[in-house]
């Protein structure tokens, strides 16, 4: 029978991002060979800083129509100590996510077997959560300039942009995504006490989409009281709903509380599928690691993991994330996470965990 082929474009971009790339595509090659039920074919982008340098652009002419002929991106990260960083994400990542559509971003947050959450008393089933972040615009929309630049008169600006149907699409995700999980709790974070145009049409909306769902249960937070109460009662939460500026500080805010950035999946979604979506770890380049083997892979395997599903891999997906948290269990961990294996000893437990199962 003819087997499906999925085209993959991987960018694996700066410092870690090239380490973790090269070993999630191994994994992702052995566990093909193992299950024997499609193909995976990897075109390799070097979109990088060091391109950068060199060329005067991240993505080339026609790199982004490039992307569009594929099923889905496994991405690195991105960030230079030689590139400013406004220089670097809105030359590589936001494009691409503002190009493909990709208008939310899901960050499953839990306790992996193994590790421990730096709460006290805070077990694996007290903290389970999915962080739906509206992933294209807010605060990172990109209106904005300064004016009289390099005189004491200098004036900047950064314009929030809230459009409805931004807000309606990300939030339909978000009920959805809810309805999917057991408790089918949602909780909407905004700051509409403060910022009383885009945030109150957030509230507006949500309370228009509510009687939709009638199985969903509601709540919403202010985001300053929201931290409190992920560090506080962590149990109270299930799916959360938040703005492009919010979801981004308070998803890093979760994968500390689930045990490191380290092991943290995101994926950029295009959920009408009419351009692929995009898979990478929450982490950065971490230039303070970098070139040294011992940057922790296991959140881009987990990336790899959801990207599997989200082309209906379920199977491969869940192969793939026991293998993982078997290997977590075993204590065979960076040091980001307690342990004192590297970057390739993880890999290849995680293989030989894929090659015990299947
Ligand atoms: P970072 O996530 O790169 O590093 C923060 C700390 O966590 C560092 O001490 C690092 O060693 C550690 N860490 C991160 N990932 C790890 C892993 N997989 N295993 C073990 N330890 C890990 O964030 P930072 O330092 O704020 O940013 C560094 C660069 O990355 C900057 O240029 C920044 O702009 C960029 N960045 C890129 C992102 C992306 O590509 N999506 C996201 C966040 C930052
Ligand atoms: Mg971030």
């Given at each position: 029978s003819v087997q499906k082929t999925y085209r993959i474009a991987s960018i694996p971009g700066d410092g870690i991002g090239v380490e973790i790339i090269k070993q999630t595509i191994r994994v992702l090659k052995r566990l093909e060979e193992l299950l024997g039920t499609f193909n995976i074919e990897f075109h390799n982008y070097d979109w990088s800083s060091e391109r950068y340098q060199n060329t005067g652009e991240y993505i080339p002419t026609g790199g982004l129509e490039s992307l569009k002929n594929h099923d889905a991106i496994l991405f690195g990260a991105v960030g230079s100590v030689d590139v400013a960083d406004h220089i670097s994400l809105w030359g590589l990542i936001l494009p691409i996510r503002k190009m493909l559509g990709q208008y939310v971003n899901v960050r499953p947050i839990r306790i992996l077997p193994g590790l421990s959450s730096?709460?006290?008393?805070?077990?694996?089933?007290?903290l389970d959560w999915v962080m739906i972040r509206e992933n294209s615009?807010?605060?990172?929309?990109?209106q904005g300039g300064i004016t009289?630049?390099?005189?004491?008169y200098a004036i900047a600006n950064d314009v929030a942009v809230f459009t409805r149907q931004g807000i309606e699409r990300t939030m339909r995700f978000a009920f959805e995504i809810a309805l999917s999980r057991p408790r089918k709790h949602l909780t909407m974070v905004t700051k509409s006490n403060a910022q009383r145009h885009g945030m109150v049409l957030w509230d507006k909306v949500f309370h228009e989409l509510a009687p939709h769902y009638p199985e969903v249960k509601t709540d919403k937070m202010l985001v300053d009281a929201m931290t409190v109460r992920m560090v506080l009662?962590?149990?109270?939460?299930?799916t959360i709903v938040a703005t492009n500026l919010h979801g981004d500080i308070l998803s890093d805010l979760a994968a500390a509380l689930a045990g490191?950035?380290?092991?943290a999946p995101s994926s950029n979604l295009?959920?009408?599928?009419?351009f692929p979506s995009m898979f990478e770890p929450i982490?950065?380049?971490?230039p303070d690691i970098?070139?040294?083997?011992?940057?922790?892979?296991v959140g881009t395997f987990w990336c790899a993991a959801e990207m599997l599903a989200w082309m209906g891999e379920t199977k491969a997906r869940s192969s793939l994330m026991k293998a993982i948290e078997c290997v977590c269990a075993a204590g065979v961990r960076t040091k980001d996470i307690q342990?004192?294996?590297n970057t390739f000893e993880v890999t290849e437990a995680v293989i030989r965990a894929l090659e015990k199962e299947l």
């Amino acid at each position: 029978s003819v087997q499906k082929t999925y085209r993959i474009a991987s960018i694996p971009g700066d410092g870690i991002g090239v380490e973790i790339i090269k070993q999630t595509i191994r994994v992702l090659k052995r566990l093909e060979e193992l299950l024997g039920t499609f193909n995976i074919e990897f075109h390799n982008y070097d979109w990088s800083s060091e391109r950068y340098q060199n060329t005067g652009e991240y993505i080339p002419t026609g790199g982004l129509e490039s992307l569009k002929n594929h099923d889905a991106i496994l991405f690195g990260a991105v960030g230079s100590v030689d590139v400013a960083d406004h220089i670097s994400l809105w030359g590589l990542i936001l494009p691409i996510r503002k190009m493909l559509g990709q208008y939310v971003n899901v960050r499953p947050i839990r306790i992996l077997p193994g590790l421990s959450s730096p709460l006290k008393d805070c077990s694996i089933e007290d903290l389970d959560w999915v962080m739906i972040r509206e992933n294209s615009e807010g605060e990172y929309a990109g209106q904005g300039g300064i004016t009289h630049e390099g005189t004491e008169y200098a004036i900047a600006n950064d314009v929030a942009v809230f459009t409805r149907q931004g807000i309606e699409r990300t939030m339909r995700f978000a009920f959805e995504i809810a309805l999917s999980r057991p408790r089918k709790h949602l909780t909407m974070v905004t700051k509409s006490n403060a910022q009383r145009h885009g945030m109150v049409l957030w509230d507006k909306v949500f309370h228009e989409l509510a009687p939709h769902y009638p199985e969903v249960k509601t709540d919403k937070m202010l985001v300053d009281a929201m931290t409190v109460r992920m560090v506080l009662k962590p149990r109270s939460l299930d799916t959360i709903v938040a703005t492009n500026l919010h979801g981004d500080i308070l998803s890093d805010l979760a994968a500390a509380l689930a045990g490191s950035i380290g092991v943290a999946p995101s994926s950029n979604l295009n959920p009408t599928r009419q351009f692929p979506s995009m898979f990478e770890p929450i982490h950065g380049s971490a230039p303070d690691i970098a070139g040294l083997g011992v940057a922790n892979p296991v959140g881009t395997f987990w990336c790899a993991a959801e990207m599997l599903a989200w082309m209906g891999e379920t199977k491969a997906r869940s192969s793939l994330m026991k293998a993982i948290e078997c290997v977590c269990a075993a204590g065979v961990r960076t040091k980001d996470i307690q342990g004192t294996s590297n970057t390739f000893e993880v890999t290849e437990a995680v293989i030989r965990a894929l090659e015990k199962e299947l």
